[in-house]
Nanobody, 120 residues
Framework: QVQLVESGGGLVQAGGSLRLSCAAS????????MGWYRQAPGKQRELVAT???????NYADSMKGRFTISRDNAKNTLYLQMNSLKPEDTAVYYC??????????????WGQGAQVTVSS
């Protein structure tokens, strides 16, 4: 079982920046593929960015150039640096960890979410 705890959300004006953090429990963090997803009111959850255990990153088109995903394996922490925020970035942001156990079983864990509100 992996527990994920997001922090760093809040209220920011358009054009501002925020950094989200996701602290993971356990000793297997370096093996997890990680990601950030978001869900706005009345909309489906969508991909923001992912980072593999090897450090390869992928971004949704609307976040490219504004958001940066990174990880610190020594601190068991995932980050999302968000710059040039827009009101349409307002959503609950979720941290995700997934992969395969040493026994080959898939796993998929989610944090409780962090609210990000961007005012115009």
């Amino acid at each position: 079982q992996v527990q994920l705890v997001e922090s760093g959300g809040g209220l920011v004006q358009a054009g501002g920046s925020l950094r989200l953090s996701c602290a993971a429990s356990g000793s297997s963090f370096p093996r997890h593929d990680m990601g950030w997803y978001r869900q706005a009111p009345g909309k489906q959850r969508e991909l923001v960015a992912t980072i593999t255990s090897g450090g390869d990153t992928n971004y949704a088109d609307s976040m490219k150039g504004r958001f940066t995903i990174s990880r610190d394996n020594a601190k068991n922490t995932l980050y999302l640096q968000m710059n040039s925020l827009k009101p349409e970035d307002t959503a609950v942001y979720y941290c995700n960890a997934h992969g395969y156990s040493v026994y080959g079983r898939p796993y998929d864990y989610w944090g409780q979410g962090a609210q990000v509100t961007v005012s115009s």
